[in-house]
Every structure is written in C-alpha cells, then in structure tokens.
C-alpha cells in the first residue's frame, strides 16, 4: 500500500481548508443579519419606495382635483337646488291670474268659477330641474367618494412602509408578507379604480350642465353639448386604442384590461363574420342564382277504367 507524498498530503489539507470557508461562509449568509438578508433589504426598500411613491403622486393628484371639482359643483348646486323649493312669487302669480279669472267669470254672470290649480301639493319646479338637481347631487357624491377613499388608501400605504423592529432576516420576511398581501388584494388596482370614479364624476357633470344650459335656451346648449360629445369620444378613443395597438401610450391599466377582452372578442368575431359567414352568404345567393328552373310540379292523373264482371 503506496503511502502519500507530504506534498500530496498539504493539498488535500488545504483543499479541506477551503471546503470548510465556504460551508463558514455560508452559514453566515444564513445567519439572522447575514449579508443575502441585508442587501435583499436594500433592494426591497428601493422597490417599495418607488412603488409607494408612484401610488402617492397618483393620490395626492387625484385629492387636489377632487376637492376642486367639488367646489365647482357645490357652487353650481347653490343656485339649482332653489328650483326645487316652493316659489311663493310663481304661486302668487298663479293666485292672481285665478282671480281675474273669478272677476271675469262675476261679469260675464257665469255660474261656473274654475277651480283653483294651486293646493297644498303644488309644486313650481319642472322635470329638467330634478334631473339637473339629481346628476350635481351624484356629481359631487362621487367626488367626495374618490377623495374619501384616496385618503383611506393613503393610510394603506403609510402602514405598509411601516417597518418591524429585529434582525435583517426578521425584517425581510415581515416585507414579503405585506408585499404578498398588496398583490393578494390587489392594492394596485384599487389605486387605479380611483381617478376612474372621478371620470365619471366628471361625465355627469357634464350631462347635467348640458340639461342646464339647454333649459334655459336650445341654442346656447348647441356648444356645451359638443363639446361634452367630443370629450366623451376621446375618452372612450384613449381607453380602445391601447387594445389595438400595443405601443400606445394613452393606456389606463384598469381600462385596459377591461377593454381587451372586448376589443378582441370583436376581432374575432369580425374575422370569422368575414372569412366564413359572408363566403358562404355568397355562395349561397350565387348558387341560387344559378340553379336551374324546375318545371312546376303537376299530379299524376289516374283514368278509372269500369271493372268488367266476370263471367
């Protein structure tokens, strides 16, 4: 049996050696406030605050575009909500046209006296006033609702950046919890549902200052009426083009994804319309076309002959 040469006997040592520094390594990087847990730490709160940072510049936008709007539609609803109330100046007005009416009816020795169209349930205000009343009431109801709950998800926010006290390790896990749980409940989405429910705010906005202006003249209402069209157009343009064209910019995440499924149900639907249904609507009309005429049917006619008897 060869023995090993002190030389061969130092490698193999050393070969241990570096063996052993790499499990040591290792074990450190395993360790409660080891390297992998610190600089995945670091990297994680890059991330977050980016991403914390996107979903607040969208909140505190939407805040300051809310609380304008509502300002706008209150000051519009201080002056059409008086519509709604009793108008003793109308009511008054009726009152007296009745009693010319009387004094007419007291000349004329007419023993008919028309009965009053004022009672306890009249009312001066007309349907166009309940439907402009009606959509500024929703109007700054939805505003309010989209600033409400852009200050709750700002709470939301505030509480995941808050970080837990302990060892790298602990930390890091504590994160992926939280961040785990914002894409379990789909917190991005929320933030992007937000500014949607102000669009819409704004589209009833529009409708009722149309009914408005077109109450108190048709032709006036002409341009609001436009110019309400042709936002609504272009809104409903920049929310379809993204589905069509992948590279456009004028994307809105939860537009986008409620749009694609339709637009490409409508392709589909589109391309089969055109390679298989119109062909064979084609086809069939030039079939029929160029069928030949069948001469009109005509019954068999029968002779009854007389049996003759037999002999």
């Known amino acids: 049996m060869s023995t090993k040469s002190k030389s061969e006997q130092y490698t193999e040592k050393l070969k241990l ?64 909500y008086q519509s709604l109330k009793p108008n003793p100046a109308a009511l008054s007005l009726i009152l007296q046209f009745e009693q010319i009416e009387i004094m007419r009816a007291g000349a004329g020795n007419s023993n008919s006296v028309p009965s009053s169209a004022v009672t306890k349930d009249t009312t001066t205000f007309t349907q166009i006033d309940l439907w402009v009343n009606g959509l500024l009431f929703t109007s700054l109801a939805l505003s309010m609702v989209s600033a409400f709950l852009g200050g709750l998800v700002r709470q939301w926010l505030q509480s995941y950046l808050s970080h837990t006290t302990g060892s790298a390790k602990t930390s890091a896990i504590s994160r992926q919890f939280r961040f785990d749980g914002v894409r379990k409940w789909k917190l991005a989405e929320i933030v992007g549902t937000l500014p949607l ?115």
């Open 197 to 311: 429910i102000l669009h819409l705010a704004f589209i009833v906005f529009f409708c009722a200052l149309s009914l408005l202006v077109y109450d108190l003249h048709p032709s006036m209402a002409i341009p609001v009426i436009g110019s309400t069209t042709l936002a609504a157009l272009l809104y409903l343009a920049t929310a379809i083009l993204p589905t069509l064209w992948l590279d456009c910019p004028y994307r809105v995440p939860f537009l986008f994804r409620l749009f694609r499924p339709v637009v490409s149900l409508t392709i589909k639907a589109l391309r089969y319309t055109r390679t298989i249904i119109i062909p064979t609507i084609t086809r069939t009309i030039a079939d029929h076309r160029g069928a030949p005429t069948l001469p009109a049917y005509t019954p068999p006619t029968t002779v009854l002959t007389p049996m003759r008897n037999a002999e």
């Open 17 to 80: 050696h570096q063996r052993k520094k790499n499990l040591n390594t290792i074990e450190v990087d395993d360790d409660e406030d080891g390297a992998v847990w610190v600089g995945y730490r670091k990297l994680a709160d890059k991330y977050d605050q980016d991403m914390i940072s996107g979903f607040k510049h969208t909140i505190d936008g939407l805040l300051i575009l809310a609380g304008l709007f509502s300002t706008i539609v209150a000051t519009f609803l201080t002056q059409t």
